[in-house]
């Protein structure tokens, strides 16, 4: 079947400009993750949702980064007036984790890969 | 001190070798233990899935984790070439939300 897929592959914007990054899930998937790969750091965990609703944000880096989810499907990652330092891959994976127990696989999409000039 | 450390590499092996990746960690309440394989402009796929300590095995990939120790391994036996990648350490408290906290990854290569 389908999986995560992300949009736009690639986005060059101008320092200052609002961008949104777009993830559809895997069908089915209530979990929905977003995370940022920057070179030398990994990947960092940047906010979760169950369904609709993130009960944890906690790795946004500043207020400037929004996420949303509708539908309990398509999410999207806001960024406002983009700094240089934002540059970098954000990947976004889905699981059908509930939120107990063990915990599900994430799969994960190919990545937007942004660019801050 | 990041929770998770990983060697970044690059590490290169000839065909057929025997490569060990590994990670430490500081955090004790790590529960499950997974290994990621990234393919240059892709995302990550995940290749093992542990939770308690010993070792784990699949085809020729073996993974082990030391509680004890706070380290984890992956051995991956008679590389090939299409095993040249970007291989990453996560883990996980589990419960509620199930974020990953991953190691900076270790870049193999791996020589016809």
């Known amino acids: 079947g389908a999986g995560v897929s992300q949009s736009p592959s690639n986005k060059v914007t101008e320092k200052g400009k609002d961008v949104e990054l777009r993830c559809d899930p895997i069908s089915g998937h209530t979990a929905l993750y977003w995370y940022r790969q920057s070179l030398g750091q990994g990947l960092e965990f940047l906010i979760y949702f169950q369904g609709n609703s993130a009960p944890d944000k906690s790795g946004l880096p500043s207020d400037r980064f929004s996420a949303e989810r509708t539908g309990g499907s398509v999410s999207t990652l806001t960024i406002q007036r983009t700094q240089q330092e934002d540059s970098a891959v954000y990947l976004c994976?889905?699981?059908?984790?509930?939120?107990?127990?063990?915990?599900?696989?994430?799969?994960f999409g190919p990545g937007t890969r942004l660019l801050v000039l | 001190q990041k929770e998770v450390e990983q060697d970044p590499g690059p590490l290169s092996v000839p065909e057929g070798a025997i490569v060990s990746l590994n990670c430490t960690y500081s955090?004790?309440?790590?529960?499950?233990f997974m290994w990621y394989r990234q393919y240059s402009r892709k995302g990550p796929e995940l290749l093992m899935y542990t939770y308690s300590s010993g070792n784990k095995e699949d085809g020729r990939f073996t993974a082990q984790v030391d509680k004890s120790s706070k380290y984890i391994s992956l051995f991956i036996r008679d590389s090939q070439p299409s095993d040249s990648a970007t291989y990453l350490c996560?883990?996980?408290?589990?419960?509620?939300?199930?974020?990953?906290?991953f190691g900076t990854g270790t870049l193999l290569a791996v020589q016809p």
């Open positions: 996560a883990m996980t408290y589990g419960g509620a939300t199930n974020k990953l906290i």
């Open positions: 994976a889905s699981s059908s984790h509930r939120g107990a127990s063990r915990p599900e696989t994430q799969y």
């Open positions: 955090n004790s309440a790590f529960q499950y």
